[in-house]
């Protein structure tokens, strides 16, 4: 992209858990790209209580690059959805994008992403060919197709996490899952409350370091999950409401921001 057409400000959501292997490099290229995308950018790393040296990986950069990286930490695993809630709580830009820290995606393609927001509030991600085993592939399709389904979802790939939406979405959707389902609520209600969505063919790679943390067994919990989170985003009772309206002030009040070492050595000589 040319300088006049950067964004003013970008902030990128990479929620982690045991990518000790993958995190540097994929911070890296988010840095290297991130100049001739936006004005303004960051990059906040939310570790999901990872029993690897995640943390450890992320921390030199922290040093090196603050405020432009940002390492939050969770001191448990809490899920993915709680991770990108912890990040989307803490970004500071007008655009927000989330993918997945374990190098399946080119974070550099996020450039033929943002044009779409002229004229849409979020962009959604599909995979056009997928490095994903047989049964996980049969899998995602019964998905997709039941959530299109029973959300009136118009998209091919909801749980392709590679996403892109204006401030006002993120502003106005609560996210209330705590695990994978969180990138079908997002479009769910990004869809319940009339924001425009759009999609876009990314590249999928193999994966080349760690392992993934979904598995088949997660099926019918998150069978489960669909139809509660239908309930609560179509039929939700007065107490469900309240709760939601909670969940951002405990979310933004949560310790779990990492300060720099720079910043901690400058403070003990002063």
């Known amino acids: 992209m040319s300088a006049h057409q950067r964004v003013p400000g970008l902030s990128i959501v990479l929620p982690a858990y045991n990518e000790e292997a993958n995190i540097g490099p994929v911070v890296e290229q988010a840095l290297e790209c991130l100049p001739r995308l936006a004005e303004e950018y960051e990059v906040i790393v939310v570790d999901d209580g990872s029993r690897d040296g995640t943390s450890a990986e992320v921390e030199p950069l922290l040093a090196e690059h603050h ?22 709580s803490r970004a500071r830009h007008d655009y927000v994008f989330y993918t997945d820290a374990d190098r399946q995606f080119d974070i ?26 047989p049964t996980r592939l049969v899998a995602s399709t019964v998905y997709n197709w ?23 979405v993120i502003d106005k ?25 759009v999609e876009k063919g990314v590249r999928h790679y193999a994966r080349v370091a760690g392992e993934t943390s979904v598995r088949a067994s997660d099926v019918p919990r998150t069978l489960r999950t669909v139809a509660r989170m239908w309930q609560r985003i179509h039929r939700p009772t007065p107490g469900q409401v309240e709760a939601s309206e909670k969940i951002r002030a405990a979310v933004a009040a949560a310790p779990v921001e990492v300060t720099p070492a720079r910043a901690e050595t400058t403070r003990a000589s002063d």
């Not at 405020?67 to 912890?86: C, I, M």
């Open 67 to 88: 405020p432009r990286v940002r390492l939050l930490r969770h001191e448990r695993n809490q899920g993915y959805g709680a991770a990108l809630r912890s990040g989307f």
């Open 108 to 133: 550099a393609e996020l450039e033929y992403l943002l044009p779409l927001l002229r004229e849409y509030d979020a962009v959604v991600g599909f995979r056009v060919y997928r490095y994903d085993s």
């Open 146 to 168: 039941i959530v299109r389904l029973l959300f009136r979802v118009r998209v091919r790939d909801v749980d392709c996490s590679f996403k892109l939406f204006r401030r006002e």
């Open 173 to 197: 959707v609560t996210i209330e899952c705590t695990d994978f389902f969180v990138d079908t609520e997002l479009v769910a209600k990004a869809r319940k409350w009339n924001f425009r969505i």
